[in-house]
């Protein structure tokens, strides 16, 4: 029996909590999986996993072993990364949220794999703060800043937003010159599915970030119907300044309120603090950081 190998089978079993999805992130047949785990729970004298029809959950024994097994097959591959060379390769899993992939990504992607042309991407959207272990996801793309302490972050960069309008709401309710003046004006309101609530406006003026309700007749849930809502006249919106450009030197939209400007939007780049950072992650996230620069 291959130990190291068969640790790593045990590690995304537990992770993926089933063997037929573990199996596809390790591209091997299901029934090896099953001989080695039985192999290995042999070898241990112990059993790790219980399977149901259902769901596979670790043991006891399992649980401890899992904690023994990131961090012995860590450090292997630290130390094997130290001295290996060759072109990184193998399947990348990345989950992005769908504007920064249209607008960042996905433009510059040709390059990315020209540089490494043994990396395969698998690419999936949405802006949910996805569970990186559960749903076998190397690396996640995101706005914001979310608090899971157990991700490590990178920052990318920080987006500068916009308060808009459309002229046509703006003829109708005015054009606000401060923010008193919102008392009087509606707003298309911004529900993230990972939030309790609707985001407030914020206004950044002589350093300080002031929050402000402002009633509105539409709440969206995504991204590309929340501009599409301002474009259709419907109330004021705060969005990353790339997102609306196009629309604000067409004309279709206004700048409003420019003294006191939304704060800037972070952008990140998350990886599991527990997950053995591959060369193919590393590689990506550095060229990540290098697109952002760029742009």
Not at 103 to 112: G, N, S, T
Request: charged share 25%; glycine share 6%.
């Amino acid at each position: 029996m291959d130990q190291v190998k068969a640790m790593k089978v045990f590690v995304r079993i537990y992770e993926r909590g089933s063997f037929t999805r573990a199996a596809e992130d390790l591209e091997m047949p299901r029934a090896t999986l099953t001989h080695t785990m039985n192999q290995l729970e042999t070898w241990l004298g112990t059993r790790l996993l219980e399977r149901s029809t259902r769901r596979v959950r670790p043991t006891e024994d399992g649980e401890a072993y899992y904690g023994r097994c990131v961090q012995l097959l860590s450090e292997l591959e630290e130390a094997a990364q130290a001295f290996r060379s060759g072109a990184p390769s193998g399947r990348l899993r990345v989950d992005m949220h769908g504007t920064l992939a249209k607008f960042f990504v996905i433009p510059a992607l040709p390059d990315f794999l020209a540089r490494y042309p043994e990396i395969t991407l698998n690419l999936s959207e949405s802006d949910r703060l996805v569970d990186l272990i559960e749903e076998g996801v190397d690396c996640v793309l995101r706005a914001g800043t979310p608090s899971d302490s157990s991700l490590i972050r990178r920052r990318l960069a920080d987006l500068p937003q916009v308060t808009c309008a459309s002229p046509a709401y703006l003829r109708q309710f005015g054009t606000p010159r401060g923010i008193d003046d919102l008392v009087n004006h509606r707003a298309v309101n911004y529900h993230p599915k990972t939030a309790a609530r609707c985001y407030p406006f914020e206004f950044t003026r002589e350093g300080k970030v002031r929050q402000v309700e402002i009633r509105g007749s539409v709440t969206v849930f995504g991204a590309e119907i929340y501009a599409a809502s301002a474009l259709a006249g419907l109330g004021l919106i705060q969005v990353p300044r790339y997102r609306v450009a196009a629309q604000i030197k067409q004309g279709l939209l206004c700048e409003v309120m420019t003294d006191s400007p939304p704060p800037p939007m972070p952008i990140s780049v998350f990886y599991p603090r527990n997950r053995i950072l591959s060369k193919r992650v590393r590689v990506f996230v550095d060229w990540l950081v290098e697109r952002f620069a760029e742009t």
